[in-house]
């Protein structure tokens, strides 16, 4: 019985409620109807709201979600099929037959379509809140918001940059990238452009870049990030917006971010900006420790920064692993870009002389090479373009060579001191190149530097400040010829020039006609005059110029003005002076009584009378490089005070005797390829000349460059150990050459043997440039001279000697000294006895930095080097072997054996 009451009820639920179902549809119809009419309104409604917020959204330049574009399809096609049902509930309406029945089965099917109708209007309606938004920036599009200037791509110069640049980035040890140069050089563009390449490359699979600018906006940079990734910041708290970007960072691969234009330390955290060790930690955000919110991303590789500015310090301070310099274009490439902006308006021939120097003006700088060219390029004539040109050479007027003007001036006033700003003033002042060491001696003795004592103390401080200079861009790099020379570019010195005008009372003039001294105002005020290469007709008798620190008056040489003796009258705070290329017959009474005055050039004088020089008491630095005087004179002997002299090139044939030993303070001593006669310390006759003796008493001494003809002339109280620099140079065939940046130098040519000589051995021992030439009593020139192994030596050059055998032997070495570690040049030429330069193993790390062998008249040698010291030869870059006959192969095959 339950059984049955079981089955009859599920056949109960199967049929009846069914019916039950279908009855409703047909007696509820209307309402069915009307409920689906309020919804379709509802709907219509929501579509409206939706198309308004698409449209905004594309007017952002936004795309529209495909979610979004779907919804807006399936609310088309279903108010559609609303349409039709209404015309179906009107087909409903018709009666039956000729009697007043309705269509049941019509008004049926009628309320069964609204009521599911209803349903799914409902549903998309709910579908169509979009609380997250209709649309998103495209990230993949940003590459296009950055563009490089046209006609950089053909740029050599730059080109090879951006290579080194991209394969630092695809570096893996390395995630910090610098790139620095002048303003207007280029940096910005290169980085556009570095941008692009590494996206076509698939380098990055996201790249953005901000823009930084002399004050960091926090949330201006971090909004340029984030809509380049495709999403926008709303929050109000700083640390909210932070660790959202940073999360969002995190969500990429890898990604390349650029910050263009920093000039100070960022703060990366709070920007956020995940770092390389946050790669390393783990981190996910600043607060999802706290919050739990943020994600892992596993695929997560890092976030590589590339960062430009103006001065290479920033970019250390922001731990840059590898920087690039972006220099000036040079002329050719300058002309070449010109040409390109400028069109064919540059194929005038009028035009040309005009365009030549518009290009020069233009300093190397693309920003205003480009500038300049399409302000011209609409305009043919030939008053325009000289316009142009004279615009170009006022350097602080309104256009665009006023704006890089503006810009130096900002970097000059963002170094680091008073001492950096003064060495940069001094520096453009001078001119385009100068001597580090005429710059040292101005500096020094003008008190720059403070709280230096020693000139030791002040050449690193000064080395420092030239790096740091170089770092800003406000110095160029040295020629390689030039090693020890500073550098300015012509348009950094006129700016310097301008800056020192105005700031410092600074007159300077060089290679021009003086006209007109200026006014006497200026003059009270005025710090430093500088006239270098000038046509003087007249000296005044008298400058009145109170303030005056530095007075500089050069000539090439040979130059006859006269000076009145009363020229220096009006000038007593003066400290430095420099008086180059002239013939003085003798000092004028004026300079005599400048008590102040602390440094005195007069380089390439000649100096036929310098009686009363003893009355400069307060004297530090006495120069007299490349100058001709027969005797020097007796009265130098109470500058007690000195602590250089350079006699380095003077045609001074004669010092004093007991002249130089009262020298004691003196720290530095030059008198290389001097033309003294000095006298035996021996000689029982009475002295006309000093005696080498005398710098015994010199306890101060820490440098010295000095030529002698013969070794004899050395004394055994000469306490060369204590010298941490130096030039000496024995025998006189010896060619002299400033050009490399070393600072122990030693040029031996020995009548007698090595071992003899025990002060030479001892500076050795530190050598940085060693010539042997005819030197006695080497075998092994490791053995023999330096158990060590050279371990500061740079440059080795020996000649004409029949003894030598081998440059190393170490078949009977038992030490583990690394060998010439930091050796860049060996030159070996005729060494008659020479069988090997290597014989045994070499300890590692050997010759690691040489870079050049050139070897010449070596009779002996069979091969140059045997396998094994091939493979330490990694540097080697230049090879040179001449006229050594025995000479089968540069390299031993080993167990190879030749028939002697």
Known sequence: MEVLAAIVGKIAELTVMPIGRQVEYLLFHKRN????????????????????????????????????????????????????????????????????????????????????????????????????????VLASSMGNLIFATR?????????????????????????????????????????????NHVKDRKLFDMVAMATISQTLDVERVQDEIAYQLGFHLDEKISIGRADRLFARIKMEKNILIILDDIWEKIDLDKLGIPSEQDLEDGKLSFTSKHLGTSQKNETYQGCKLLLTSRRLD??????????????????????????????????????????TQVVERCAGLPVMIVSTAKSLKCNKTIHYWTDALNNLKRVDNGDMYGTVFSGFEFTYNRLGDDEMKKVFLLCGAYGPFMWFSDLLKYVFGLGVL???????????????????????????????????????????????????????????????????????????RCTQIILRNCFIQELPQKLDCPN????????????????????????????????????????????????????????????????????????????????????????????????????????????????????????????????????????????????????GCLTNLTTLDIQ???????????????????????????????????????????????????????????????????????????????????????????QNNGQVRHIINTTEWNETHVLFPKLETLILHNLNNLVKICDGPLPINSFGKLTVIKVKSCDQLIYLFSVLMEKALSQLVELQVLECNSMKRIVLIENEKWNK
């Open 450 to 524: 403070k709280h230096i004592d020693t000139i030791k103390d002040a050449r690193n401080r000064l080395y420092r400040i030239i790096d740091d200079l170089k770092a800003s861009c406000l110095l160029l790099e040295n020629d390689a010829d030039k090693a020890d020379g500073i550098k300015m570019h012509d348009i950094v010195g006129e700016i310097a020039v301008s800056i020192a005008h105005k700031s410092e009372h600074v007159f300077a003039l060089r290679n021009d006609s003086m006209q007109d001294w200026p006014s006497k105002r200026f003059l009270e």
């Open 151 to 195: 006609g950089s791509e053909k740029l050599d110069s730059r080109n090879s940059v951006k290579e080194e640049v991209m394969l630092s980035l695809a570096d893996p040890k390395i995630s910090k990238v610098g790139i620095y140069g002048w303003g207007g050089v280029g940096k910005t563009t290169l980085a556009k452009e570095v941008a």
């Open 708 to 798: 002698i003809r013969e070794a004899w002339m050395l004394s055994g109280d000469m306490m060369l150990d204590k010298l941490e620099r130096y030039k000496i140079v024995i025998g006189d065939k010896w060619e002299r050459s400033r050009n490399k940046r070393t600072s122990r130098l030693l040029k031996l040519k020995l009548d007698t043997s090595i071992h003899s000589e025990h002060g030479i051995k001892a500076l050795i021992k530190q050598v940085e440039d060693l010539y042997l030439d005819e030197v006695n009593g080497i075998s092994d020139v490791l053995f023999d001279l330096n158990g060590e192994g050279f371990p500061l030596l740079k440059y080795l050059h020996i």
């Open 314 to 355: 920033i970019l250390q301070k922001n731990e840059t692993q590898s920087n690039f310099l972006i220099k000036a274009l040079d002329n050719a490439e300058s002309w070449s870009l010109f040409k390109d902006m400028v069109g064919d308006a540059i194929e005038d021939a009028d035009l040309q002389n005009i365009a």
């Open 548 to 695: 005056l620190k530095f007075f500089l008056l050069s000539f090439r040489t040979g130059c006859t003005l006269k000076i009145p003796d009363s020229f220096f009258e009006g000038m007593g705070s003066l400290e430095a002076l420099d008086l180059t290329g002239l013939i003085i017959p003798t000092l004028p009474i004026s300079l005599l009584s400048l008590t102040k005055l602390k440094t005195l050039c007069l380089d390439q004088c000649t100096l036929k009378n310098m009686d009363g020089i003893g009355a400069l008491t307060n004297l530090e630095i006495l120069s007299c490089l490349n100058s001709y005087m027969v005797e020097f004179p007796s009265e130098t002997g109470k500058l007690t005070h000195l602590k250089m002299l350079d006699l380095t090139n003077s045609r001074i044939k004669i010092i004093p005797p007991n002249i130089l030993s009262k020298l004691t303070k003196i720290e530095e001593l030059y008198m290389g390829n001097a033309l003294v006669k000095w006298e035996e310390e021996s000689s029982t006759e009475q002295n006309k000349s000093a005696s080498l003796a005398e710098l």
């Open 33 to 136: 109807v009307k409920e689906l009419e309020k919804e379709i309104e509802e709907l219509k409604e929501r579509k409206v709201r939706v198309v308004h917020d698409v449209e905004a959204e594309r007017r952002k330049g936004g795309e529209i979600e495909d979610e979004v574009l779907s919804w807006q399809n399936r609310v088309d096609d279903t108010l559609e099929e609303v349409e039709k049902l209404r015309e179906d509930q009107l087909r409903a309406s018709v009666r039956c037959w000729k009697w007043s029945f309705p269509n049941l089965i019509s008004l049926h099917q009628l309320g069964r379509k609204a009521k599911k109708m209803t349903f799914t209007i409902s549903e998309l309606k709910d579908k169509g809140k979009f609380d997250g938004g209709v649309g998103y």
